[in-house]
C-alpha cells in the first residue's frame, strides 16, 4: 500500500484526464501531480466497446491539445484508434498516469483532499474528477422480470453480433449506440428498436463536410451553457448521426416501437400496449452519475449529478472535467475537452479566485 502526496490529483485518465495532465506537465515552476484511474490500461474504456465503433465525429475534431490523431484529417476513428491514440497521448507526454488504481473514498481536510484507494492513499491541495459522463450503465428494473431464456446486455458490454443468441433481437433505446448496434445486427437477424421519443436524425456529412464543420461554422459549437440558445439546445435529445436507422426503419428492415413499460418472461409490452417476444434485448438506455465515492458535503445534487460552473465546483480546489455541456456542445467530446481543461488549468496552476456560487 502506497501513501504519495501530491499538489494536484487528476481522477481519471481518459481524455479529460489525460488533457489535464497535458497542461499540468507544461507547469512552470512544476507540480506534482497524479492521475489515476481505475482500468487495467490507458484506452481501456474504448477498447472494449462494440467491435464496429466509428466516430461520428472527423479525425481532425478528435484529438487532444499538443497531439493530433493520426490519419486522413476528414475521416473517421475506429474505437481501437481512439485507444491507441490515448496510450500514446499519455506515453508522449510522460505523464504519470497510476492504474488499477480505484477511489473507494474521496474527503476533504485541512490542507486539501485524502483519496482512500484500492492501492493506498493519496493526499493532494486540489483534485480533479475526470471520470466522464459514462460512469454507470442505467439498465430498468423490468430486465429483473425477464426470463433467464432472454439474452440481455447493455450497448456498454456489447461486443458483436456473436455474444447473442439465435433470435430476434430487441433494441430498446434509441441513442447513437443503440442504433449503430440495431443496423449492424439486422443484416442477419430480425431486429426491434424501442424508442421513448421520436428521433432527430443528422448526416453524418452534408456536401461533402463533416456536419461537425458545419456546426462549427454556424457557431453552434461556440454556445455556451450560459447563453440562450445554449441553454435551450441543452436540453434537446442528442441527434442520431447518420440516417441508416431511419432508412431501414422506413423499409421495414428494422422494425420501430414505442417505449418499453413492462416485461415477463420472455415478453416486453410497450407504451401503445402491444407486446413481443424476445430473445435477446440491448439495453441502449444510457447511463447514470456515480459519486457516491465523494464524502463531501455540497458536491452532488440530489439528482446524482455534480454541483459545478464551467467544472469549479463550490468546494475550494475540487473540480470536474469532461461533463456534457460543462460549457459548450463538445465539452464531453475528444475535440472539446481540452478547452474546459485548459479553463480549469487557470484556476487549478495559477490559482484563480473560485467562481461565485
Do not use: C
Not at 119 to 147: D, E
Not at 215 to 238: C, E, N, Y
Amino acid at each position: 500500500m502506497i501513501e504519495l502526496n501530491v499538489d494536484v490529483l487528476v481522477i481519471g485518465a481518459g481524455q479529460a484526464g489525460l488533457a489535464m495532465g497535458h497542461y499540468l506537465s507544461k507547469h512552470q515552476p512544476s507540480l506534482t501531480f497524479a492521475i489515476i484511474d481505475r482500468g487495467s490500461q490507458i484506452g481501456e474504456v474504448w477498447r472494449n466497446r462494440y467491435d464496429s465503433l466509428i466516430l461520428f465525429t472527423p479525425r481532425w475534431f478528435s484529438s487532444l491539445p499538443g497531439l493530433d490523431l493520426q490519419g486522413f484529417s476528414s475521416g473517421y476513428a475506429t474505437k481501437d484508434e481512439i485507444a491507441d491514440y490515448l496510450l500514446t497521448y499519455a506515453g508522449t507526454f510522460q505523464l504519470p498516469v497510476h492504474l488499477q488504481t480505484e477511489v473507494l473514498r474521496l474527503e476533504k481536510t485541512p490542507d486539501g483532499f485524502k483519496a482512500l484507494t484500492s492501492r493506498g492513499i493519496y493526499l493532494a491541495k486540489k483534485v480533479i474528477v475526470s471520470t466522464g459522463p459514462f460512469q454507470k450503465p442505467f439498465i430498468p428494473s423490468m430486465a429483473n422480470s425477464l426470463s433467464n431464456d432472454v439474452y440481455q446486455v447493455h450497448t456498454s458490454s456489447y461486443l458483436n453480433p456473436k455474444q447473442l443468441k439465435e433470435g430476434n433481437v430487441l433494441v430498446v433505446g434509441a441513442g447513437n449506440s443503440g442504433a449503430q448496434i440495431a443496423v449492424e445486427l439486422s443484416k442477419t437477424r430480425d431486429v426491434l428498436i424501442s424508442m421513448g421519443h421520436q428521433p432527430k436524425f443528422m448526416p453524418v456529412e452534408l456536401a461533402g463536410k463533416s456536419i461537425f464543420w458545419w456546426f462549427h461554422k454556424s457557431g453552434v459549437m461556440k454556445a455556451t451553457i450560459s447563453s440562450p440558445f445554449g441553454r435551450w439546445l441543452s436540453k434537446q435529445p442528442d441527434p442520431i448521426f447518420g440516417k441508416e436507422l431511419k432508412i431501414l426503419s422506413d423499409r421495414r428492415v428494422i422494425l420501430t416501437k414505442p417505449r418499453a413499460v413492462k416485461a415477463a418472461g420472455r415478453t416486453i409490452w410497450f407504451q401503445d400496449q402491444s407486446e413481443l417476444k424476445v430473445d435477446n434485448v440491448i439495453w441502449g438506455t444510457g447511463f447514470i452519475s456515480d459519486y457516491g465515492w465523494i464524502h463531501i458535503p455540497g458536491v452532488v445534487q440530489p439528482s446524482g449529478k455534480p454541483v459545478h460552473r464551467r467544472g469549479v465546483s463550490p468546494i475550494e480546489g475540487l473540480f470536474f472535467l469532461g461533463l456534457p455541456w460543462q460549457n459548450r456542445r463538445g465539452s464531453a467530446l475528444i475535440g472539446g475537452v481540452g478547452e474546459d481543461a485548459r479553463f480549469l488549468y487557470e484556476y487549478v496552476a495559477r490559482g484563480q479566485d473560485q467562481l461565485v456560487f
